[in-house]
């Protein structure tokens, strides 16, 4: 039995994220604005046969695809909302169920740190980083999901409610981590976006 751990529809990918995922994905690489879902199953092999059921459906590029030990990602995007959504569909439909069945987003961890040390930022940036720096005197928030591929989606919402800067976003193994970083004003606004639009998402 195949199960639903993570489904997340984003209508439109914000600049810094899409550029981001560039920087990881192995595949089509998006840009901004296209419409994305990004998928999480159990066991992770059966995400091949899931990708197949995607791509034959409709028009959607296969951006990255990652089989863990416990669990496969997928991330399908396109131009036209469309053609994600009805990739979506055919999903949903190969695994007979429905978009509220997937796991429930789990926050793990949030925190914001205020106006960051030399130091701190220097050993935060030296680490495995596919984003931008974080400066001195910049707020941070951190936040960690479960299941990993919901922070995709935190990220994103993220980016659309105010003017920070994403550092980190790792939506793979048994956590997704966010790391986002700016004015303190700016982080508060976009720390709350981040959390309630996961907290939102349906799910059992």
């Known amino acids: 039995m195949i199960k639903l751990r993570t489904y997340v529809f984003i209508d439109s990918l914000q600049p810094q994220l899409a550029a981001y995922m560039g ?45 863990e030990r416990a669990f ?22 190969a695994l007979d169920t429905r978009e509220e069945a ?4 789990r926050i793990a961890w949030s925190e914001t740190v205020r106006s960051i040390t030399p130091d701190h930022a220097v050993l935060i940036n030296r ?11 910049q707020s941070m928030f951190i936040l960690e999901t479960e299941p990993a591929g919901y922070i995709v989606y935190a990220a994103n919402e993220a980016e659309k409610a105010a003017s920070i800067t994403l550092v980190d976003a790792r ?9 986002l970083a700016g004015r303190e ?16 998402l349906s799910g059992v």
């Open 23 to 67: 920087t990881v994905a192995q595949g089509f690489l998006p840009v901004p604005g296209d419409a994305c879902l990004w998928m999480e199953v159990a066991p992770g092999m059966a995400i091949h046969r899931l990708s197949d059921v995607a791509l034959k459906a409709t028009r959607v590029h296969l951006g990255a695809q990652v089989v």
């Open 102 to 105: 997937r796991q429930k987003c």
């Open 171 to 179: 939506a793979v193994g048994a956590y997704g981590r966010l790391t």
């Open 72 to 93: 496969g990602s997928m991330v399908f995007h396109h131009r036209d909302q469309s053609d994600v959504v009805e990739a979506g569909r055919a999903l949903l439909h």
């Open 185 to 200: 004003a700016d982080i508060d606004a976009t720390a709350q976006a981040a959390i309630q639009s996961v907290q939102n």
């Open 127 to 137: 680490q495995d980083r596919k984003g931008n720096m974080i400066l001195p005197g």
